[in-house]
């Protein structure tokens, strides 16, 4: 079988680097999972998800014209399982338990349709609202003046 963009295959995960996971597929090939293809979640460290020697399904993502092969695990999950943790994700307590900051990736709603006067409305007043929070800010620490760099009394 060759190796074919948007194929899933196994492979064993050979060498782990901060920014990613070296696989060995068929035919003494070698692709690479980019850390942010390993799971469905945030990675900081990679080593929480996979180890050397663990044989994984990755799904071939590209073929570059120089050989390099750049593969997804993630993409390789059935979609139920991409949800729910994916695969290779910690267990224990801590996985459980929902931390501030844990989200799920929604996709973004579609816009209303809007006239380009409403939406100019809507990024003025926004804007109008984070100005008024960071002057508030500013008077609160006692920070420099932008005009000259004489401390507010």
Do not use: C
């Not at 492979?11 to 920014?19: A, H, L, M, R």
């Not at 014209?65 to 059935?78: N, R, T, V, Y």
């Not at 929604?106 to 002057?135: I, N």
């Amino acid at each position: 079988m060759s190796l074919e963009v948007g194929t899933i295959i196994e492979g064993k995960v050979t060498g782990i680097t901060k920014f990613g996971a070296f696989v060995d597929l068929e035919e003494g090939k070698t692709g690479m999972v980019h850390i942010s293809e390993v799971a469905p979640t945030f990675v900081n460290d990679i080593k929480d998800f996979l180890t050397e020697g663990q044989t994984v399904k990755v799904k071939i993502l590209s073929i570059s014209e120089d050989g390099k092969i750049s593969l997804s695990i993630k993409k390789a999950m059935p979609q139920q399982r991409r949800s729910s943790g994916g695969q290779g994700r910690p267990q224990g307590p801590r996985a459980q338990t929902s931390r501030p900051g844990s989200y799920e990736w929604q996709p973004p709603k579609k816009p209303e349709s809007s006239s380009f006067e409403d939406m100019l409305s809507k990024f003025k007043q926004a804007s109008d609202e984070k100005m008024s929070d960071l002057k508030r800010m500013e008077s609160k620490r006692g920070g420099y003046s932008r005009r000259g760099n004489t401390p507010k009394p």
